[in-house]
């Protein structure tokens, strides 16, 4: 760039088109991206990887896709950073099942999902079955999850006070050799604690401090559990579980 900022090169501008994408600028990198074409530069996939991101949080879904098509159009083929920011945004309008089509997509290309790819279904879906589906998938594929992905299900049908599936995933991780972060107790506890299995979520607690993880002070962990109904044996501590 010179002295005033202006990008002189492929390089600089790509830089440049990078920080306002990310910096809450979309509408800017989409300028930026349009004196690019004007300028007649040879855009790589890094570049319209930032642009995607950019139309869609400025002009929705839609003209993230466009911008997809116009990169292929082009001869530049996208990767799995395409497909994803794609997904991603139709994820955040809701449309879930155009989202699965450009999954599907992404494989019949050869381009091999990440974790990343199955996030935004993950965050995004309000069915709860349908996300116990993807995540099995997910793993049947041999996409190996992250402890972020663990974290946000478990929260996630916390919230909903899903505890079956909060277990069942819970089973996964350590399935998996993954050894549970303060993110990952903390959302079993709070999951506990709505259901009202105060013992099992104290259990919980001291497990972390044993592993040396500081514990998220709960003013619920610190008193007795009198007139507490207490779940342990009982099968009524999945009512209201899938």
């Known amino acids: 760039m010179d002295r005033k900022g202006i990008p002189k ?7 440049y088109l990078n920080v306002l994408s990310k910096s809450g600028k979309p509408w800017k990198a989409l300028k930026l991206y349009r004196e690019m074409k ?53 994820c955040r309008e809701g449309r879930l099942k155009e989202g699965y089509g450009f999954l599907y997509r992404m494989k019949k290309e050869g381009i091999e999902p990440n974790v990343i790819s199955y996030h935004s279904f993950f965050q995004y879906s309000v069915r709860p079955k349908e996300i116990l589906c993807l995540f099995e998938r997910m793993l049947e594929s041999g996409v190996r999850p992250r402890m972020d992905t ?49 013992e099992l979520a104290r259990k919980y607690d001291q497990e972390m401090l044993a592993k040396g993880i500081s514990p998220k002070p709960r003013k619920e962990l610190r008193t007795d559990c009198l007139g507490v109904e207490e779940h342990d044996d009982d099968e009524n501590a999945f009512s209201g579980v899938l």
């Open 9 to 15: 090169d492929l390089h600089s501008y790509t830089i």
């Open 38 to 90: 004007s300028k007649r530069l040879d855009l790589d996939v890094v570049v319209y990887n930032s642009v995607i991101q950019a139309a869609g949080f400025a002009e929705g879904a839609d003209r993230a896709v466009r911008v997809f098509r116009e990169m292929i159009d082009c001869g530049c083929r996208p990767n799995v950073v395409s497909f994803n920011t794609v997904i991603k945004m139709m």
């Open 150 to 198: 663990y974290v946000m299900l478990m929260r996630k049908f916390g919230r909903w006070g899903f505890l079956r599936p909060v277990f069942m995933i819970w089973n996964k991780m350590e399935e998996n050799g993954e050894s549970p972060d303060v993110f990952a107790y903390n959302a079993m506890i709070n999951a506990l604690l709505q259901k009202g299995m105060v």
